[in-house]
């Protein structure tokens, strides 16, 4: 029932920005935790950032704490990553991912729904 469609990606210099968005089809959106997952070719695929059905509660991979932030409009059925300080290292494919649970979990296997992916590649 849940259909994710992610949207934003592109090419950008090391340290700049992009902002990917989410767009979840189901009226549901606002029950389901949100998060974004990334996957680069070889490697797992890697959590990235969780969001709270409320939108008051996040949890992000140290990794780019600091640099990333999550949020989502519940009015608009979209939840966003603000992508700043772009590192080489976090070229990947993005995907969104929504699981019905409380947890904001950070395995790949908590979410049972999951968008087709935007890629990001970051030049150095």
């Known amino acids: 029932q849940v259909q994710l469609v992610e949207s934003g990606g592109g090419l950008v210099q090391a340290g700049g920005s992009l902002r990917l968005s989410c767009a979840a089809s189901a009226r549901t959106f606002s029950s389901s935790v949100m998060g974004w997952f990334r996957q680069a070719p070889g490697k797992e695929r890697e959590f990235v950032a969780a969001i709270s059905q409320s939108g008051l509660s996040i949890n992000r991979a140290d990794s780019v704490k600091g640099r990333f932030t999550i949020n989502r409009d519940n009015a608009k059925n979209t939840v966003y990553l603000q992508m700043n300080s772009l590192k080489p290292e976090d070229t990947a494919v993005y995907y969104c991912?929504?699981?019905?649970?409380?947890?904001?979990?950070?395995?790949?296997?908590?979410?049972?729904?999951w968008g087709q992916g935007t890629q990001v590649t970051v030049s150095s």
């Open positions: 991912a929504a699981r019905s649970g409380l947890r904001l979990g950070t395995l790949a296997e908590e979410y049972a729904y």
